[in-house]
């Protein structure tokens, strides 16, 4: 099977703008989670879709949002970019309980 | 408050010379117990799950053990290629995963 996904592999963006990320899961995995991982909080929780369902969410802002469709693949929004969300964006499908994560997208906010 | 701590932060290595990481957790209903292996500028590549007290998964120089307060990841006579940072999560009944700040392991030849 393919691994996850992740689109675009880079990004650099200025604050105030907003930002869309794409994941695609392993085929088959209708759990995707995401995650934010920075050099001083590590790897933080986001939050997890289950069958197009926010079944949870982390501590994050209401400028963080995310969405799963119908074939299991997942968007994650911010809005209105800080320089503070520069950042490393995992996301994770899973299945059985085991998260299989991604490469990531490396988002660099100017 | 953490609930996932690992120590310690940084661990040098001569090739060959064995050692372990420790990964200590204070949560109250542990589902299971994750490690991952993350290299620079990559996802977190999945090891093992373990599940209860007692539990011991390996993979080639790798072992994992399990405690109820704490879990090690002892590394046998490791290689330069087993340089990396060691991730250890915990998942709770809502299955969210708790991640602690890993270690960075180096091996030098």
């Known amino acids: 099977k393919a691994g996850v996904t992740q689109t675009p592999r880079y990004l650099i963006k200025t604050r105030g703008q907003q930002v869309t990320l794409s994941c695609s899961p392993i085929?088959?995995?209708?759990?995707v989670s995401w995650y934010q991982q920075t050099p001083g909080q590590g790897l933080q929780f986001l939050f997890e879709?289950?069958?197009?369902?926010?079944?949870n969410k982390g501590n994050f802002p209401g400028r963080f949002s995310g969405r799963q469709f119908s074939n299991s693949r997942s968007e994650m929004n911010v809005s209105t970019l800080e320089l503070g969300d520069s950042a490393l964006y995992l996301c994770?499908?899973?299945?059985?309980?085991?998260?299989?994560f991604g490469p990531g997208t490396r988002l660099t906010v100017l | 408050e953490d609930q996932v701590t690992q120590s310690p932060e940084a661990l040098r290595l001569q090739e060959g010379e064995s050692s372990s990481l420790n990964c200590s957790y204070t949560?109250?209903?542990?589902?299971?117990l994750f490690w991952y292996r993350q290299d620079p500028g990559k996802g977190p590549e999945f090891l093992f799950t373990?599940?209860?007290a007692g539990e011991e998964k390996e993979k080639e120089r790798l072992k994992a053990t399990l405690t109820k307060k704490e879990s090690f990841l002892h590394i046998t006579a490791p290689k330069p290629e087993d340089s990396a940072t060691y991730l250890c999560?915990?998942?709770?009944?809502?299955?969210?995963?708790?991640f602690g700040a890993g270690t960075t392991v180096t091996v030098r030849a």
């Open positions: 949560v109250s209903g542990l589902r299971g």
């Open positions: 999560a915990v998942q709770e009944d809502d299955y969210k995963l708790s």
């Open positions: 085929s088959g995995h209708r759990s």
């Open positions: 373990l599940y209860s």
């Open positions: 879709y289950f069958s197009e369902t926010q079944r």
């Open positions: 994770a499908s899973s299945e059985a309980g085991q998260q299989f």
